[in-house]
């Protein structure tokens, strides 16, 4: 045993000395300092990771104490002394490989952040219960959050562990077979599973300074004076910016450019997470402390704090000489008035939904280090390293061939991660020092800052004849879009579009606003806007069953799209065959069930909407049979990188060298833009494929002789440029490049009314890697879940209120009934093998098919999100 010693940053600290992984450890800490806190910034071990110190409430930073599994941001570290604390390193070789092969091959591992986690608590877990039963893993488990996999087959991970720790069965190996259809694990899984793949925030370089934000008090403020003179005088401190330091442009968007990245003297704030000063310091604590010590005098003002305030008369603008109003979509076809006043039977009804936090498991970060010649390396954790390096230059007034991007594959985003968040402010400091800075929020200062799902206040009218099939529908949607344009224009504009659902209706008129107030922003969240639509039509269509006497499944085989219908816009629907399908598919469950609800949705593949959608990729042959695939969007758990190897692998026939690479960087030049809408697959597939057809051929041509092409790159494009923005009047042509279908039963214990399961039944064209694709549908239905019943970022005045991991309303392992899915294949003639994308269409018909099942139950209809008053169906 060998003995280590550390030293605190701030004077000599308290002495603590105690076991680390069967090695005798002494470091010395600050008040309040925590375990993780020790573990990572002074005994450099990032296995363990921080996600929402200090609350310990969502398991990331488990560690093992004298065999007890602990959350280590919770706990201080002088709480520890004389105790055995052991890591993800300090587990036997062959409990690592038992885990970190069960976890990969169970396709327990998405983004991967919460999953080191996990696998410690699985370690405690059998130890001291050799044989749990399913339903006592999720009870052990109940700390933790995952927010990417439903937590289905983390616990199929567990139970595969422990059968295998019994001795019952062997331990798989991992597939070989990367082609496509295959289960083929995520690249890296066993290394996700034991915290050995870095994120931004495991990252160090030498020299490194540490960032830290003074953010505003207040909503709606002028901010009159910004002191940081104590700041500045902290010892430790390297510099303090604020908006007099920007040497380029002060806002930046991914449509309008109107974030700032500081708030100057004499403007007036618009949220509580605008930014007015950036501090660089010698550790994350020093850099805390000068950022606290920043004065600021404020005028403060009335907020504005909902859209229909915002939207009066006389309400303050939001943005001095711009209307509160960002946006509007609007198109109609056909003669609404006269198409309901001949119907048989008519529905009103207004449903409002609430605003949801991402709660992506790792907090936003970014390290920049400067280069020679006044350039930058961005480390980002973005969803589009091109968009960041775009703004980035405009921000720090550089030319692209200064600012270099390079993607670390993030901890989940769920659409929060398209804006900037740190970069802008992480820049500066390096620039401005001559040093690296890394710059990582807090789980506080992340809520604040990044944007959420739009809460809407929807009002429906809606019609059919006297057989059932609808004739007509009005809509009118309103969206709290917050502070600040993210994408909140794309994301009405996407609501409206898909407010019919998918339904055949031959007259249609809506109109969709967003609103600018004084709350957080609002912008892309998995489902973007399609869901809250959906919430409102589904149940009008179970309505208008109940009128005509037709129950909820009759109601839809009477009246979803088919090919050659259109869809809500105008589009012309083709290759729309899996929809009906995804109905056929759960009919013996919805009926076999006595109390079920039911609801279909259609989510859009491609951003589409008269933008075009582009896919780029390489593959560079390298020394050795090293090969290097490189594309432009972003791994942020959805399995991309190693879709992308089985695609490769399938066109070429080559098998994946052990030592290749999947890299995403700006120097690569492969622009794709924002890793959004579903698309990804879709089009970075399409693009490998092009890349692999062009090796293929050159390998031909050289005899099968791979070494022969050495050196030489082969690069892949797609691209779909013929869609349309909706509203031109009876335009047929395409709003989108494709669309993703789904069918989904909610079932109900008959006597409590409790979720027995959901089974969900999705079109996605050609499952590329099925045990990704399940594991993608399951992650999203958990969130609709959540979107249904539990989750809400509650608002006062502008301010997050009880906005911790636990007061949020994500659903815990033991609170999420099972999830089955029914994988329907019906091949997509624009998706690499057939493929549709699936990330987002999971969840859009969850919530109206609980509120459908609640109604079967008790007769009620719900009309307004979360339903949290039937929270409790779903604890197991």
């Given amino acids: 045993m060998s003995a280590v010693e550390t030293r605190a940053g701030d004077g000599d600290g308290t002495a603590v000395s105690f076991d680390l992984n069967g090695t005798a450890v002494t470091v010395r800490v600050v008040e309040g ?104 893993l999720a009870r052990g488990a109940g700390l933790h959050l995952c927010r990417c996999t439903g937590y289905t087959k983390i616990l199929d991970a567990m139970e595969l562990a422990a059968s295998c720790r019994r001795g019952e069965r062997a331990l798989p190996p991992l597939p070989e077979d990367a082609g496509v259809g295959r289960s083929y694990p995520k690249l890296h899984a066993e290394r996700y599973a ?107 003002l009335p907020p504005v704090t909902s859209a229909r305030a915002a939207l009066a008369a006389d309400a303050p603008r939001v943005h001095a000489g711009r209307s509160n109003v960002l946006a509007r979509t609007r198109y109609a076809r056909g003669d609404v008035a006269a ?80 804006d900037l968040s740190v970069q802008v402010q992480a820049a500066m400091l390096a620039l401005r020092t001559g040093r690296p800075v890394k710059l990582t929020l807090s789980r506080d200062e992340s809520v604040r800052m990044h944007p959420k799902r739009h809460p809407f206040e929807l009002a429906y009218e809606v019609g059919c004849d006297a057989t059932g099939r609808l004739t007509a529908l009005r809509a009118t ?60 039509v589904e149940q009008l269509v179970d309505m208008l069953g109940e009128r005509c006497g037709l129950d909820p499944y009759q109601m839809r085989e ?95 026939g080559l098998p994946w060298p052990a030592d290749g690479t999947v890299e995403v960087s700006t120097d690569a030049d492969l622009d794709c833009g924002m890793t959004t809408a579903s698309r990804a697959t879709v089009l970075v597939g399409n ?44 335009d047929l042509r395409p709003t989108h490049l494709s669309f993703g279908f789904a069918t989904q039963v909610v079932v109900l214990d008959e006597a409590s009314g409790k979720i027995q399961k959901v089974v969900a039944a999705h079109d996605v064209g050609r499952a590329l890697n099925p045990a990704l694709v399940e594991g993608q549908i399951q992650g999203s239905v958990h969130m609709g879940l959540g979107y249904a019943l539990s989750e809400e970022l509650r608002l006062e005045g502008g301010h997050p209120v009880d906005a911790t991991m636990r007061k949020l309303g994500v659903l815990r392992p033991h609170e999420t009934p099972d999830i089955e899915v029914v994988l329907v294949e019906e091949p997509d003639p624009h998706g ?32 307004s999100l979360p339903m949290r008053d039937n929270y409790e169906k779903v604890r197991r």
């Fill in 832 to 863: 690499p093998h057939g493929a549709r994308g699936v990330g987002e269409i999971g969840l859009v018909p969850t919530a109206p098919a609980v509120a459908a099942a609640l109604h079967r139950f008790d007769g009620r209809r719900r009309t």
């Fill in 687 to 730: 693009a490998l494929v092009d890349a692999a057809q062009k090796l293929r051929q050159a390998l031909a041509a050289e005899g099968g002789v791979l070494a022969a092409l050495e050196g030489r790159s082969f690069r892949g494009e797609f691209a779909c440029d013929w869609t349309v923005k909706p509203g031109g009047p009876g």
């Fill in 558 to 652: 009477r009246n979803l799209l088919c090919d050659g219908d259109r869809f809500g816009p105008g589009q012309r629907m083709a290759h729309a065959a899996g929809l009906l399908r995804t109905l056929a598919a759960v009919k013996e469950v919805y009926y076999g069930a006595k109390v079920a609800g039911l609801a279909c949705g259609i989510k859009n593949v491609g951003i589409g909407n008269g933008m075009t959608d582009v896919g780029r990729a390489r593959i560079d042959l390298l020394p050795a049979g090293r090969v290097r695939l490189c594309h432009g969007m972003t791994e942020m758990g959805q399995g991309l990188h190693t879709v992308a190897i089985q695609i490769f692998c399938e066109e070429t």
């Fill in 339 to 418: 198409a309901l006043a001949a119907s048989a039977h008519v529905v009103r009804e207004r449903f409002t939904t609430q605003c949801i936090e991402h709660l992506y498991l790792e907090p936003e970060s970014c390290l920049v280090a400067p280069e020679a010649g006044g350039g930058v390396h961005v480390w980002s954790q973005g969803q589009g390293v091109y968009d960041d390096r775009r703004q980035l230059c405009r921000a720090l007034d550089l030319p692209e061939a200064a600012v270099r991007v390079t993607l670390v594959p993030n901890g989940g985003a769920f659409g929060g991660k398209e």
């Fill in 194 to 300: 034991l915290g050995e793949e870095a994120y931004v925030d495991d990252l160090a370089v030498s020299g490194m300074l540490h960032g830290a934000l003074r953010l505003c008090d207040h909503p709606r403020a002028v901010v009159r004076r910004i002191d940081t003179a104590r700041a500045a005088a902290l010892p430790g401190v390297a510099c303090v910016l604020t908006a007099v330091d920007v040497v380029g442009a002060r806002r930046y968007g991914l449509i309008e450019q109107d974030w700032p990245s500081f708030v100057a003297e004499g403007e007036t704030s618009a949220m509580v997470g605008d930014v007015l000063a950036a501090v660089a310091a010698v550790d994350r604590r020093t850099a805390r402390r000068a950022a606290a010590l920043v004065e600021v005098e404020y005028e403060v």
């Fill in 33 to 136: 300092e925590s375990l993780l806190e020790s573990l990572r910034e002074r005994l450099g071990v990032t296995t363990v990771k921080d996600a929402c110190s200090p609350q310990g409430q969502c398991g990331a930073c488990v560690v093992l104490v004298n065999g007890q599994a602990v959350t280590s941001c919770a706990l201080p570290t002088t709480k520890i002394a004389g105790r055995r604390v052991v890591t993800h390193a300090g587990l036997p070789e062959a409990e690592r490989t038992l885990y970190a092969r069960a976890y990969a091959v169970a396709g327990a591992v998405q983004c991967g952040f919460c999953t080191p986690g996990f696998v410690l608590r699985t370690a405690a877990l059998l130890a001291r219960h050799p044989r749990p039963t399913r339903a006592e």
């Fill in 477 to 536: 949607l309103v969206a709290d879009t917050g502070a600040y344009a993210s994408v909140g224009a794309k994301v009405v504009e996407r609501a409206a579009g898909h407010a019919c659902g998918p339904y055949r209706l031959p007259a249609v008129a809506v109109e969709a606003l967003a609103v600018f107030t004084n709350n957080p922003p609002n912008g892309a969240m998995r489902g973007f806007g399609v869901n809250q639509a959906a919430f409102a």
